[in-house]
């Protein structure tokens, strides 16, 4: 059987596992789950593997730091697609940004302590970044065609900028970085900081990020989790923009 991995295909991936995985620990427990849920599909049509290193750098690692410099050539999840005449190679990087919440799955007896993370300007840089990375690891040959997938809690992440708060001057230091429902990039495009951004605020992230293709990003809810459950307080949420809807996001890179 021939297997093709495009967005669509992505799409009824997520859609899938949010029935299986209504939300997670933590991005490698995403990562995993994910990739579980391709090999359960595809079985021996595919090879899965995780935090595959794309480059020999004999320094590469997989801390954050080493990230930056651009040692660590990694992707989260490398796909072997072995068809009848051909083999693809697909690669796949996550993000999982989240706000504070708690909630009990009963299904499984299972409680969620999900933490706040980094500000919104960090998360949608680390966003870009991603695309970045595969673009680069399509150019090298190194895979065939990859997607990037985004899902988070963070409201803010997700609006419209004309709907969010901003400065006085109707902007903000990552404008250029921002990965609301709607935007949309006609590469080649460099995306890079506001000249009045802190050192501090760009520190180990400060290089431009250059987007060569086409993308526009549409968020689609993955898990209402305020729908027919309640919060680990015992209260359900007065409105549909509360931290308990869950979306997701995915870029095709080819």
Known sequence: MNVEFNKKIMEELMEELKDKRPVFNSEDDFKFSLAWLIKEKYRDDVEIRLEKKMNNNKDASSSEAGDQKNKNQRVDIFIIVKN???MEKIGIELKYFTAKIEWRDNKNEETFILAEQAA????????????ERLEDFIDRDLINRGFAIWLTNVNSLTKDPTETKKRN????YH??????????INGPEILKWD?????GTIKGR???ITIKGNYKVYWKVYKDLSNGEKNIDGKRP????SKMV?????LEVQ
Do not use: H, L, Q
């Open 120 to 131: 919104n300007d960090i998360k949608c840089y680390d966003a870009w970044k991603d695309v």
């Open 195 to 199: 000249k009045k951004a802190s050192k």
């Open 246 to 250: 869950f979306k997701y996001a995915i």
């Open 84 to 86: 009848e005449n051909d």
């Open 175 to 184: 404008d250029a970085f921002k990965i609301f429902n709607g935007r949309e």
């Open 169 to 172: 001057n109707n902007t903000t």
């Open 238 to 241: 007065k409105n549909k923009e």
């Open 206 to 208: 400060d290089k431009p």
